[in-house]
């Protein structure tokens, strides 16, 4: 009986061992964020759109994103966001600041894999310069970071960029294009004169 509790004492230890591995391992996977967009060259008015992506940095199959949040980092005076849509695995979570998170919708699994389409972002540049564009997340705040099916943190690499905004090609003002036909039409009527 005694050699019973031990053998049974030694299969759950294994069996504890391997539990924690596993989770551990989903746990450990880091995940890369990246933005994906045409230019980081832009005019004044220029509209374009952002996607912000996940990719796993090694080829695993378990489950590593269920639940995720994040701030969003820019300068309001250059680029405005005008629209956010989460991407179509998760369902949005608007408990964050600017409302860039999502969830895993009950009953499904989480996602991995690489470019995981985490959200589109679309914007206006409305101010001349530079910017950088970045994504950070507080330690301290719950509704920030990415979490697996075991609701254990996975860590992650931030997505950043930097967004020139320069003065669209220069058109003349009607008025300076009058004034300029006026003075050819003066031009060419003293020069028929003459």
Partial sequence: MNNFKTANKF??????MLSCSLSTFSANATLMLSF???STDLNLGDAFSVNLLASTDTDINSEVISAWGLD????????SLDSL?????????????????GLIPFGQDAVSGSDILLATLN?????LGNTDLFTSSTVTDLNEGFYNSFFQTVSHVDASTNI????????????????????TVALVSMRKKA
Wanted: proline content about 7%; overall charge negative; hydrophobic content about 50%.
């Fill in 11 to 16: 299969f759950a230890a294994i069996f504890l």
């Fill in 36 to 38: 994906d967009l045409n």
């Fill in 72 to 79: 969003l980092n820019f300068a309001s005076s250059i680029l």
């Fill in 85 to 101: 849509l989460v991407g179509p695995s998760f369902m949005p979570t608007n408990t964050d600041g600017n409302g860039l998170g």
């Fill in 123 to 127: 914007f206006t540049a409305i101010g």
């Fill in 164 to 183: 020139s905004v320069t003065g669209s090609s220069e058109v003349p003002e009607p008025s300076t294009f009058l004034l300029m036909l006026l003075a």
